[in-house]
């Protein structure tokens, strides 16, 4: 069961990160900042396919995967929210924090002897370079 809770904590960090996405995507179309959606679509398309992916694992261990981003929803939407009144690059640099936070989770589960082997090779042939590839897009973004 401890195995289930380490890859149902990332799950968790993933439906988090898609709530935010769609959240910053929302307020980017109300905007019609087309530069912005260009570069959040594809990181909010590739979060929506690791939750699929965490929720697919979770159930090949006999778990019943969660659809509920817990307190990390909750806390993300309160930081959006915020950064929303601040401005486009709070925004962004909220983003981009969560990416660094999930690339230490990762990193973190990546050497976990008790993550499943084949979790471990989920993330450390997909999810790692997906987190990396986002914390450069962000980066891109705000540089631009």
Known sequence: MQNIDKVEKLLKN??????TYHQALEKFEEEAQRKEIAYLEPIYEEHTSAVSE???????M???????????????????????LLGRDTMLNALLAGEKSGL??????????D??????????????ASQQENIRALNRLLQG
């Open 104 to 113: 230490e989770d990762y990193e973190q589960a990546a050497q976990d002897p």
């Open 62 to 84: 006999g778990g019943t995967p969660t659809s509920d981003s817990g307190i990390w929803g909750s806390w993300s939407e309160t930081v959006m929210s915020g950064a929303e």
């Open 54 to 60: 965490l929720q697919e694992k979770i159930q090949q």
């Open 14 to 19: 993933e439906l988090s990160a898609a709530e």
């Open 115 to 128: 993550i499943p082997s084949d979790v471990s090779a989920l993330i450390e042939t997909k999810l790692l």
